[in-house]
């Protein structure tokens, strides 16, 4: 009986495991580092199309005055350049939602950029922090960034 039992829940098994496929193609795991290479390409896009808000959702900040004043800065410094990837690397050396990204890109003059940031990933989303100018919430102080003293 205890036989039986074995063979009829095997059977079952493989009727699930045929009814599941994919007619016989395997999907790739998708790797850790693709939403992380995904927001540097969409970054270098913001760029190029001067987008104010292609820049402030990269960045996953709030569509404010603030970030909308920075977005600009950047994009005067940067923006409307035509830039090509030549090389990027993803290293997720601070865990699995937080990294670092090495971009190597070539503007359409042949000037060169080559820049460092930190890629999180917040709720599945994966942004770049480039703005350093969030105003703290009300009623907090900002840490220091003095050199510490003796008492």
Known sequence: MNRRRIAVAALALLALAGCSSNKGEA???ASPTDG???AV???ISA???RSTTGLIRI???KDEPWSQ???AKILADKGGRGWKISNLEINHDMGPN???AHLSATDKAGKPMNDTFTVT???GTWHLVVFTGQPTAPGKTPASTATPTAS
Do not use: H, I, W
Request: overall charge positive; hydrophobic content about 25%; aromatic content about 4%.
């Open 27 to 29: 999907k790739p795991a």
């Open 36 to 38: 992380a290479r995904q």
């Open 41 to 43: 390409t969409d970054y």
């Open 47 to 49: 760029l190029n199309a």
């Open 59 to 61: 960045g996953g900040v």
């Open 69 to 71: 004043r920075e977005a």
């Open 98 to 100: 937080t990294g670092s």
């Open 121 to 123: 990933r917040d709720k």
